[in-house]
């Protein structure tokens, strides 16, 4: 009976002790079996069963414990840690997630805004009614048309800057943009016209373009008998501003024929098709320059060699050939027309080389003042530049001594022009001091009786 009542308190008591550990191990976060709570023990202390071994499980933060762990900094930090939309791995390179695209409330990636499908039911509110994916819009190119006022002003305007640079290709290229369609023979209409208005030497870079062009097969030969009725049909009101517009466009009918632009034919049918009295005359022009076999060969400088590709003895002639006609008449305008037509502004210095020996070879003091008055209306003109005036002078100073062979008071008489043409003003002070002055004769020595020392021969 005590025996039984022993082993009674010894169980109770084991299972209060069991109690109190399992109460322990339970605010700690632990669970235990509900064997083991119960307080039975069939096996020995030493060996523990699996079932009655104690679980650990994670602890979660739960509504009950909200307030007693609030104010722990571990509880923080793990809460922080838990709403980081950074990488947990720890590779990561602490950027957001999905580059910042994922989640709710995120702006999303970046250029994704790019990236959607336009709608493609008229019934979504985010239907565009003007975009070009829908199918039912297409663009077809549109070439505008010009006017014929406007094509005549593009049309000029390359012209005109193809006479300052002379690039052929660039006015191809220009051409090739313009709206041209069958109103082609403007481009020769043009092209001749306002060539008439200027220099031979334009002239001539006229008849290479138009050359150039039947060529490159821009222009056809329809074009052309179409262009040369145009010109021929407006000619009396051109010959008005051009007076030799007759001729002029003459040689360039001519000039058509010996590149091959144009038939020997074609050029008969002008004068039985035109009316008036111009357009036969250089029809007929024309004809005289193609009735000669050899003169086809000739028509290649039908404009002249002009510019810097003249010899210099040819340009010398002529400078000296207009300086005479100007002694004929004084016509210092004629003049600087003829100084101009020759384009070589570079050899202007020749010009006033020329006048200056002229004056000292006449020894006449009218001769003098002619040539000054000349000088000075080309200087005032701007014809002739202060360097090239200047330039003049020096290449007589220094040719000053042969000069003297034919002319032996050219010393004095060099004095007066150019006292003279200081005067009138078109010299500067440079040229004035180093006139060149004749040295004076030693004599042998004093108390000789003035004799002058006889020269070795």
């Known amino acids: 009976m005590e025996n039984g009542v022993m082993s009674v308190e010894n169980g109770f008591m084991h299972g209060l002790s069991n109690g109190d550990v399992a109460n322990d191990e339970t605010k700690n976060g632990l669970l235990l079996d509900d064997a083991t709570a119960s307080g039975k023990q069939n096996a020995p202390e030493s060996y523990t069963p699996a079932a009655d071994r104690l679980k650990r499980k994670a602890k979660r933060l739960t509504k009950f414990l909200a307030k007693e762990l ?36 995120t702006w999303g990636a970046y250029g994704s805004e790019l990236s959607t499908v336009a709608a493609l039911d008229y019934k979504d ?38 006479f300052e640079n002379g690039d052929i290709g660039e006015v191809i290229a220009t051409l090739g943009d313009l709206p041209l369609a069958r109103r082609k023979h403007k481009v020769l209409v043009v092209t001749i016209e306002a060539a008439m208005d200027h220099k031979p030497s334009h002239r001539e870079l006229a008849s290479r373009l138009i050359s150039v062009l039947v060529e490159e097969e821009i222009l056809a030969p329809e074009d052309m008998i179409k262009g040369f009725e145009a010109i021929l049909d ?38 039985e098709s035109m009316s008036n009295e111009h357009a036969k005359a250089a029809v007929q022009a024309a004809e005289v320059m193609l009735v000669d076999k050899f003169g086809i060969l000739r028509l290649n400088n039908v404009w002249g060699v002009g510019g810097g590709a003249q010899p210099v003895k040819a340009l010398s002639r002529r400078i000296f050939m207009l300086l005479k006609e100007f002694l004929s008449s004084n016509d210092t305008v004629e003049a600087g027309r003829c100084l101009r037509e020759l384009e070589v502004p570079h050899f202007h210095h020749e010009l006033v080389y020329e006048a200056i020996v002229m004056a000292l070879e006449a020894m006449q003091e009218t001769t003098e003042d002619a040539m000054c008055r000349m000088l000075k209306a080309l200087s005032n003109s701007c014809i002739i530049t202060p360097d090239q005036m200047q330039r003049g002078f020096f290449r007589v100073f220094e040719d000053l001594p042969d000069i003297c062979i034919d002319v032996p008071a050219a010393y004095s008489l060099l004095d007066r022009f150019v006292t003279r043409a200081q005067r009138f003003g078109f010299v500067s002070e440079e040229v004035v001091r180093q006139v060149p002055v004749r040295g004076r004769k030693r004599f042998v020595s004093e108390g000789d009786g003035g004799k002058v020392k006889e020269e070795k021969a």
């Open 70 to 105: 609030v104010n722990d900094p571990s509880t923080m930090i793990s809460r922080h840690l838990k709403n980081s939309r950074k990488s947990r791995n720890g590779i990561g390179r602490g950027l957001p997630k999905k580059g910042g695209a994922g989640g709710k409330g």
């Open 234 to 271: 407006n000619l009396p009101e051109t010959i008005l501003d051009v007076p030799d517009a007759a001729a002029i466009l003459g040689n360039f009918m001519a000039r058509c024929v010996a590149d091959d632009c144009l038939l020997v034919g074609t050029i008969h049918g002008f004068k």
């Open 125 to 162: 509110p985010n239907y565009d009614s003007e975009s070009l994916d829908n199918g039912d819009i297409h663009l077809e190119s549109i070439i505008p048309e010009m006017t014929d006022e406007e094509l005549h002003k593009h049309i000029e305007g390359t012209v005109l800057e193809f």
